[in-house]
């Protein structure tokens, strides 16, 4: 099967819930042709370095999944190369639930967002994770200057498969950033308002 993402997620359970509901012949039109959604493009790359946050889905040894927000300055979560994503992992709760997850099983699934576009990531890797002490040249290049959090772990994430999912039913919603910046043309003319205003009002002394 050509998509890797398909090949990896679409299990025979999986395609028998398509056949119920109708869409295994669509996702059949993809088994053919070479490989793809397996190395990342300029346009996933993009995507990745713009983040300021990620979902990410582990399962524990009782099969329970477990999904967890990793945040952090735009871009924290680095490309390393066209096949292989990093980030340092900061103190957080303390709970250590995904590290304890990825001991038992180094899956893991990513689910970038774009709440703002409407566009969602998804990715599938294999997690390598070291301690910050362990690796300090790793966590160096890791690491985000002037982010004041305590890096604890180096986090590799090697890519297995990615897919672009569907816009549909995401909620626009907006950074601060974002809202600034939507505003920004308006803020500058209420400043050059309030400029002219002042200039009127000295003029009549």
């Known amino acids: 099967m050509p998509n890797k993402f398909h090949e990896i997620a679409f299990t025979g359970s999986?395609?028998?819930?398509?056949?119920?509901y109708g869409s295994r012949s669509h996702y059949a039109k993809f088994d053919g042709g070479p490989d793809k959604n397996m190395t990342f493009t300029d346009a996933e790359i993009d995507f990745i370095e713009q983040r300021d946050g990620f979902y990410m889905a582990t399962v524990g040894e009782t099969g329970h999944p477990?999904?967890?927000f990793r945040g952090g300055p735009p871009g924290f979560l680095k490309v390393l190369d066209s096949r292989t994503l990093g980030f340092a992992d900061f103190r957080g709760s303390l709970q250590y639930i995904s590290v304890g997850n990825l001991k038992a099983n180094k899956k893991a699934a990513l689910f970038l967002m774009d709440y703002a576009s409407q566009r969602r990531l998804k990715i599938l890797v294999d997690v390598e994770v070291k301690d910050a002490t362990d690796d300090p040249q790793l966590t160096e290049v890791l690491k985000m200057k002037d982010?004041?959090?305590k890096v604890e772990r180096a986090v590799i994430l090697h890519l297995?498969?990615?897919d672009w999912n569907c816009p549909q039913h995401i909620t626009p919603r907006y950074t601060a950033d974002e809202i600034r910046e939507m505003v920004r043309p308006l803020s500058d003319e209420i400043e050059r308002l309030e400029k002219e205003n002042a200039e009127l009002k000295a003029g009549q002394k």
Do not use: D, G, P, T
Request: hydrophobic share 45%; net charge negative.
């Open 160 to 162: 297995e498969a990615f």
């Open 66 to 68: 477990y999904i967890q």
């Open 14 to 20: 999986v395609k028998e819930a398509q056949s119920h």
């Open 147 to 149: 982010y004041l959090a």
